[in-house]
């Protein structure tokens, strides 16, 4: 298993890269929303392959924060800006993200870390329980936090997918938005398993979600043969 | 807009909404993981 956090942060930088090009090419900014989300994500990983190697107490709150609490939020909210037409709701939700990011980051960083128990041979998902300390209102904002970006990202990828299919248009993006949103509850699904004391998944689900968002991603923007306005916007 | 289109298949027809109807399922579970959890109940 320790080898699997080295590929999902490979795949998870070469996307929040291929993302983040794309903003800088379009300028939407569910792209630049959607980069945040995935540079969490890959933080996420990237802390796993730390904490494989040796402990540290800043790298299991990055861990926490990054992956556990924000990643899913910020990458539904790339969604929600991508589907909501009235902009000025879209920025107000992104402005309340941000600032229960903010307090999610200032709670994370006082909570007590002991590393003690903590085993490099073991992954921080079997771990974490017994290493970070979480006050009712963190675990609280993790829910709401991972639940929001679950309804947004996955219901919104589905709906797209939903509408593409009824009208028999774009095919390419129909797909891509199926693997969006099987990419996206994959590691949704790990983290139930950690719940049902299944701890070992959350890496491997975390790699799946990685290669099946970025192929749907790929396939998703693929152009469009004629370049009329779509009807459900495009990703 | 017509080279936009595609021409539904049987396999489109049936396959994509009970793709869809299943990841909607997957959502749920996982919802109901959390809610049962958060009741205290031992998963």
Known sequence: ?235 | MKSRRFRPTRLTHWAVPALIALLLAAMLFVFAVVALSLLGFKL
């Open chain 1, 1 to 235: 298993m320790h080898y699997i956090p080295y590929l999902s942060t490979l795949v998870t930088f070469a996307f929040t890269a291929a993302v983040f090009r794309r903003y800088l090419q379009r300028r939407g900014p569910h792209l630049l929303i959607w980069s945040i989300g995935l540079l969490g994500y890959g933080l996420g990983t990237l802390s796993e392959v730390i904490l494989g190697l040796t402990f540290s107490a800043a790298v299991v709150k990055l861990w926490y924060l990054a992956g556990a609490m924000i990643s899913a939020a910020w990458l539904g909210q790339g969604t929600f800006h991508l589907l909501v037409r009235r902009r000025g709701l879209a920025w107000t939700v992104t402005g309340v993200l941000a600032a229960v990011s903010l307090l999610a980051t200032v709670l994370i960083a006082l909570e007590p870390v002991q590393g003690g128990t903590y085993q490099v041979s073991q992954p921080i998902s079997s771990q974490y329980q017994a290493v970070l300390a979480r006050s009712g209102l963190v675990i609280a904002l993790t829910i709401i936090l991972n639940i929001y970006g679950s309804i947004t990202m996955v219901g919104g990828a589905l709906y797209s997918a939903f509408i593409f299919w009824r009208k028999h248009i774009l095919f390419q993006r129909m797909i891509g938005n199926i693997l969006i949103a099987a990419g996206a509850l994959a590691p949704a699904i790990g983290g139930s398993f950690v719940r049902a004391g299944l701890p070992d998944f959350l890496y491997l689900t975390e790699l799946v979600g990685a290669i099946l968002m970025y192929i749907g991603f790929v396939q998703a923007t693929v152009p469009a043969p004629a370049q009329a306005a779509s009807p459900v916007p495009s990703n």
